[in-house]
């Protein structure tokens, strides 16, 4: 009964944070195409606003829709990094990809994970600064820096322990962290934290480990 008790609460908790993540950007297109029909002489401008924010929406779902929907298959680098530029925030930050082989394939769920922890690297940037992807053949590493860094308070328990994660899943607002230790544990994928030099303020590694 807790199962399913826990399941339902993370759908509803998706639900919200889609609702609330993709309402955002209708609105905006929205306002865009209620402003150009108040000002039919002038338009252009107006519209492509509206042509932006549409395109906005669009890659937001695909984002979303690779991240959070079923698995569809891998994901190479070139793949991830074109939906990474519907991340939130995505203006505020640098997203830095050289550190992967550019021959790097995700497979077996591992790019639905990848893309997971890169919405929770954006959601942890909200100064803005830097997203970094690093690794080789059997594992990746997302590093964020930035002024305001900082992975959410008790990810590291979620990531060892799936009843802290369970337990975690409390509002829509900071679904993204026990989600994305969820996914990993549901795949055999693992999540770490690496270890730091005690006198490094910048935020820790998280390892994805895919082999």
Do not use: Y
């Not at 519209?47 to 190479?76: C, H, M, N, V």
């Amino acid at each position: 009964m807790a199962m399913v008790e826990d399941a339902f609460r993370l759908s509803q908790l998706l639900c919200a944070r889609l609702c609330h993540d993709l309402g955002g950007l209708a609105e905006t297109l929205n306002g865009m195409l209620d402003l150009a029909a108040e000002e039919p002489h002038q338009p252009s401008e107006t519209l492509r606003f509206a042509g932006e924010a549409a395109a906005d929406l669009t890659s937001r779902i695909r984002l979303l829709r690779a991240a959070w929907g079923p698995d569809s298959g891998p994901l190479d680098v070139a793949q991830i990094r074109v939906l990474a530029e519907a991340l939130p925030g995505r203006h505020r930050m640098t997203l830095d990809f050289s550190g992967v082989p550019r021959t790097k394939v995700f497979g077996d769920g591992s790019g639905r994970v990848l893309l997971n922890l890169m919405l929770l690297g954006a959601e942890s940037l909200p100064g803005g600064g830097t997203l970094t992807l690093a690794g080789s053949d059997s594992n990746v590493a997302v590093t964020i820096a930035g002024s305001r860094a900082a992975w959410p308070a008790g990810f590291a328990a979620m990531l060892s322990d799936n009843t802290a994660a369970w337990a975690a899943l409390t509002s829509a607002r900071t679904l993204q962290a026990p989600l994305t230790a969820l996914l990993a544990g549901s795949l055999g994928l693992r999540l770490s934290l690496q270890t730091v030099p005690a006198r490094t303020r910048a935020p820790p590694p998280v390892l994805l480990t895919m082999g």
